[in-house]
């Protein structure tokens, strides 16, 4: 076991917090404003717009680019165009100071780089994640998924579940790609050039940080419009704010960061309502009984009876059960309980008022455009750099509070 960093999840929460502590402490350098912290607004990066809204790319889209076969990586990895430009360029960058002398051939990672991972696809994932899901919330014991008898009752008791809880499960796929459970390769922007274990820092200090060639590393890959995460030094993420990754980003016709957002990205949202009914369909089709027992007394004999549950054989049938408008409602509702700002009721209300107004004049996809555009306004949610700032205020004010009383 390490004395000074970590090598696992297996010690004490203050013998990690106090590593976690040290690693920050010796691997921040800050001659390099591109080695980033992904934490606060930084944690969300690549993965919402300028408004917070969940975005992703399409997953039919053009605007990918695979790297080369020649560069010693794993076939069939992508991420976008212009950033696979940027690497590319970049290992040329390397190879070019390899043979020069100008940095240590025998650097196992920082020397020669090679794709380990890159894009990946958060429509699978969230697949993967939601049937995980399905199959926990057959076994909740507050939803009590063996007396379901039909679809409005798992609606309800999904909801008091959810707002139950202690943690913030999202449900939705724009939560998802939202959540902490989504990785930041899902943005088309990051880069790993080592498969090395995410929880293990002693590797991160050995294999980088006290690397003969971490100084050019960090330096070039700025140069070059990449910034380098703290917490995983092998990960590399396409600045999509600074000049040399637009520069890039040019050359297929998009000269600002907004450009980039506006053309390669789409509303999770977006992809995601238009199945919302299948979703809660597949969801209901997993969780309920194949029968519920019913037992009664009858002139002193107990009688066992079976109920089938409501079986809804296609969307359309489910649809027209629990009500298209109860539908949209559902799916606000949801959203509601997975962002971890706190509306008053009265305010939820009158946002659910003016969701169902606005489908009802310019459509559902409207409606639900305006809703995540009003829903993630808030910067209150944790992890941000306000929930940082008024968490350490409330600490401090309570250390003074404690050392007044004693």
Same mark, same amino acid.
């Given at each position: 076991?390490?004395? +000074?960093?970590?090598?696992?999840?297996?010690?004490?929460?203050?013998?990690?917090?106090?590593?976690?502590?040290?690693?920050? *402490?010796?691997?921040?350098?800050?001659?390099?404003?591109?080695?980033?912290? +992904?934490?606060?607004?930084?944690?969300?990066?690549?993965?919402?717009?300028? #408004?917070?809204?969940?975005?992703?790319?399409?997953?039919?889209?053009?605007?990918?680019?695979?790297?080369? %076969?020649? %560069?010693?990586?794993?076939?069939?990895?992508?991420?976008?165009?212009?950033?696979?430009?940027?690497?590319?360029?970049?290992?040329?960058?390397?190879? &070019? !100071?390899?043979?020069?002398?100008?940095?240590?051939?025998?650097?196992?990672?920082?020397?020669?780089?090679?794709?380990?991972?890159?894009?990946?696809?958060?429509?699978?994932?969230?697949? %993967?994640?939601?049937?995980?899901?399905?199959?926990?919330?057959?076994?909740?014991?507050?939803?009590?998924?063996?007396?379901?008898?039909?679809?409005?009752? *798992?609606?309800?008791?999904?909801?008091?579940?959810?707002?139950?809880?202690?943690?913030?499960?999202? *449900?939705?796929?724009?939560?998802?790609?939202?959540?902490?459970?989504?990785?930041?390769?899902?943005?088309?922007?990051?880069?790993?050039?080592?498969?090395?274990?995410?929880?293990?820092? $002693?590797?991160?200090?050995?294999?980088?940080?006290?690397?003969?060639?971490?100084?050019?590393?960090?330096?070039? !890959?700025?140069?070059?419009? #990449?910034?380098?995460?703290?917490?995983?030094?092998?990960? *590399?993420?396409?600045?999509?704010?600074?000049?040399?990754?637009?520069?890039?980003? %040019?050359?297929?016709?998009?000269?600002?960061?907004?450009?980039?957002?506006?053309?390669?990205?789409? &509303?999770?949202?977006?992809?995601?309502?238009?199945?919302?009914?299948?979703?809660?369909?597949?969801? /209901?089709?997993?969780? &309920?009984?194949?029968?519920?027992?019913?037992?009664?007394? !009858?002139?002193?004999?107990?009688?066992?009876?079976?109920?089938?549950?409501?079986?809804?054989?296609?969307?359309?049938?489910?649809?027209?059960?629990?009500?298209?408008?109860?539908?949209?409602?559902?799916?606000?509702?949801?959203?509601?309980?997975? $962002?971890?700002?706190? /509306?008053?009721?009265?305010?939820?209300?009158?946002?659910?008022?003016?969701?169902?107004?606005?489908?009802?004049?310019?459509?559902?996809?409207?409606?639900?455009?305006?809703?995540?555009?009003?829903?993630? @306004?808030?910067?209150?949610? @944790?992890?941000?750099?306000?929930?940082?700032?008024?968490?350490?205020?409330?600490?401090?004010?309570? $250390?003074?509070?404690?050392?007044?009383?004693?």
């Amino acid at each position: 076991m390490s004395t +000074f960093y970590k090598e696992n999840n297996r010690e004490t929460a203050f013998e990690l917090f106090n590593k976690r502590v040290v690693y920050k *402490l010796n691997s921040r350098n800050d001659q390099y404003n591109n080695l980033t912290d +992904f934490i606060a607004e930084k944690l969300m990066y690549g993965r919402v717009d300028r #408004f917070l809204v969940p975005m992703i790319i399409p997953e039919d889209s053009v605007n990918f680019k695979y790297f080369s %076969s020649n %560069s010693n990586s794993p076939q069939g990895l992508k991420a976008l165009n212009f950033v696979v430009d940027a690497f590319s360029d970049l290992q040329q960058q390397f190879k &070019k !100071c390899l043979l020069m002398g100008k940095i240590d051939g025998s650097d196992q990672y920082l020397s020669n780089l090679k794709v380990y991972k890159a894009y990946e696809s958060p429509f699978f994932l969230y697949n %993967s994640y939601v049937n995980q899901f399905y199959s926990a919330l057959k076994s909740a014991s507050d939803i009590d998924t063996k007396r379901l008898v039909d679809f409005n009752m *798992l609606a309800d008791n999904l909801l008091k579940s959810l707002e139950a809880s202690d943690q913030r499960n999202a *449900l939705t796929f724009p939560g998802y790609v939202k959540s902490r459970k989504a990785p930041i390769g899902i943005s088309g922007l990051s880069i790993e050039i080592a498969d090395l274990d995410y929880n293990n820092d $002693e590797e991160k200090v050995n294999n980088f940080i006290k690397s003969k060639n971490w100084n050019f590393f960090l330096n070039t !890959c700025k140069s070059y419009g #990449f910034m380098v995460d703290l917490n995983n030094p092998w990960r *590399l993420v396409a600045d999509i704010g600074s000049q040399p990754m637009i520069e890039y980003a %040019s050359k297929y016709g998009y000269t600002d960061t907004n450009s980039i957002i506006f053309n390669y990205y789409r &509303k999770a949202s977006y992809f995601y309502y238009n199945t919302f009914i299948n979703r809660m369909r597949e969801m /209901y089709n997993t969780v &309920k009984p194949t029968s519920i027992e019913k037992i009664t007394e !009858c002139n002193g004999n107990t009688l066992v009876k079976y109920i089938k549950p409501k079986y809804y054989i296609s969307d359309q049938i489910l649809q027209e059960s629990y009500g298209q408008e109860q539908f949209l409602m559902l799916y606000c509702k949801l959203r509601f309980i997975e $962002e971890e700002s706190e /509306y008053p009721k009265y305010k939820k209300d009158n946002i659910l008022r003016d969701m169902i107004g606005i489908s009802k004049i310019k459509g559902e996809s409207k409606a639900i455009e305006q809703f995540e555009r009003f829903l993630n @306004q808030t910067l209150d949610y @944790q992890g941000s750099l306000s929930y940082y700032i008024n968490k350490n205020r409330t600490e401090e004010q309570e $250390e003074i509070d404690q050392t007044t009383r004693y």
